[in-house]
């Protein structure tokens, strides 16, 4: 169970020199590119409005926790930030994500059948309804995140439960990529991830860390993309 998890922790990180392949760069510079553009602007709006939210989520009458309450809020501002940006870029990447995803897989297997070979407008239909079923799914544990990161003493434990929420919704957008291009929907995807708890685990862990380091985050994307497929590889060669 550990090595399952650490082996899939550590493949976020070893799929960045992979992204250098030449027969994958086609395939990677459109999600880098949208990750560039959309983190640069996450970065400058996170700074810009930080205060702002630090002054609505701490209430005067509580200034005396500051030296607790300030870093665990900071986290959760960033990882909410954060995770929102993932959202969102993930979204507009969806179909770019789903062709790198299985190029890789052709690469690993040899030549396999895949939803790859579909037309780009039915592939673009297929993975933005992908997207929107899992950004319902998402929305029903958001709401209640952030019900309980305004409430007063409660949302102390608001940045630890941000963690757990990041780690395993991370797991599940980019396990969605090579599950999907076997024409199976998200349905399968949650199933998998539960079945497969310490792979979701270490890829989520993995993916949470990768996001949060400067520069090297921008490789987040595409890099999920092949480590999501590794696992997904591991999972059906079992």
Known sequence: ?????????????????????PELRAYVIAPLFINIVLFSLTIYYAFTEFSNWMDSLLPSWLDWLNWLIIPLFSITILIVVFYTFTIVANLIAA???????????????????????????????????????????ILLW??????????PVINLISPFLWIVFAIWMLSLEYLDYPIGNHNQLFPVVKKTAHEQKMMTLGLGSGLFILTTIPFINFLAIPAGVIAATKAYIDITDQ
């Open 95 to 137: 179909p770019f994500n789903s062709l790198l995803s299985a190029k890789y897989e052709r690469l690993i297997r040899g030549d396999i059948t895949t939803e790859s070979n579909e037309k780009l407008m039915q592939l673009i239909s297929r993975t933005v309804a992908a997207e929107v079923k899992k950004l319902i799914y």
């Open 142 to 151: 958001l709401i209640p995140l952030l019900i309980i990161t305004f409430i």
């Open 1 to 21: 169970m550990v090595s399952t998890f650490s082996k899939n922790f550590f493949n976020v990180f070893t799929s960045i020199p992979t992204l250098m392949k």
